[in-house]
């Protein structure tokens, strides 16, 4: 962790997909797919299918490599959706990484967001990290803020959550999937290089 203390995961504890046991807590976290291709998205599928061949394929892929990846608390508390599944069905997320790094930067600073509600029941997670600083440095994720990591840099034009999080068309849609696709490349090379 950032201060120093060993947070090894087991994948052998029955129920639980990665687990953590220690004097830091208990932990349940569980992987995702960072990064939502839309495919499934109504209002898209006419889009979808004009993109030129193998743009969808290509796109599809690379949300698949470690650097499209993410581990997030996975366990429900008091029957109530976790993160993973709150980020995925909130309509102004829509499961967008780069919109739920800023619900997670907002939370650090005390800020309300779409998500504050779930990030709240897995606080004892968040603060692991200490910071907003400290979480986007443990996981690797300084090419989605800036370097002060004062703001996100989004995939799409971004307006305090009032702009719509799937993309309206076929220009929004691969300028969405072009800078999501950027990040993903450099995350995969953080996360070669910190091997």
Not at 143 to 158: G, I, S
């Amino acid at each position: 962790m950032p201060n120093g203390t060993p947070f090894s995961l087991d994948d052998r504890t029955p129920g639980a997909y990665l687990y953590h046991r220690s004097t830091l807590g208990e932990f349940f976290l569980t992987s995702d797919t960072a990064i939502p291709d839309f495919h499934k998205e109504r209002s898209l599928t006419e889009v979808l299918k004009n993109l030129p061949d193998g743009e969808f394929q290509r796109f599809y892929e690379l949300t698949y490599t470690i650097g499209g990846m993410v581990l997030f608390p996975g366990k429900q508390i008091n029957r109530k959706m976790t993160l993973n599944g709150a980020r995925g069905l909130h309509p102004r997320i829509k499961d967008r990484f780069d919109l739920t790094v800023e619900c997670i930067r907002r939370y650090y600073g005390g800020k309300d967001s779409p998500l504050h509600e779930t990030l709240a029941r897995y606080d004892a997670f968040f603060q692991l990290f200490g910071t907003f600083a400290g979480y986007v440095e443990h996981f690797l994720l300084q090419d989605l803020t800036t370097a002060t990591f004062d703001r996100v840099t989004f995939f799409a034009p971004f307006q305090d959550f009032d702009t719509s999080a799937v993309p309206q068309n076929s220009e929004e849609y691969r300028d969405y999937c072009r800078a999501a696709s950027t990040f993903i490349e450099a995350r995969n090379e953080r996360i070669r290089r910190s091997v």
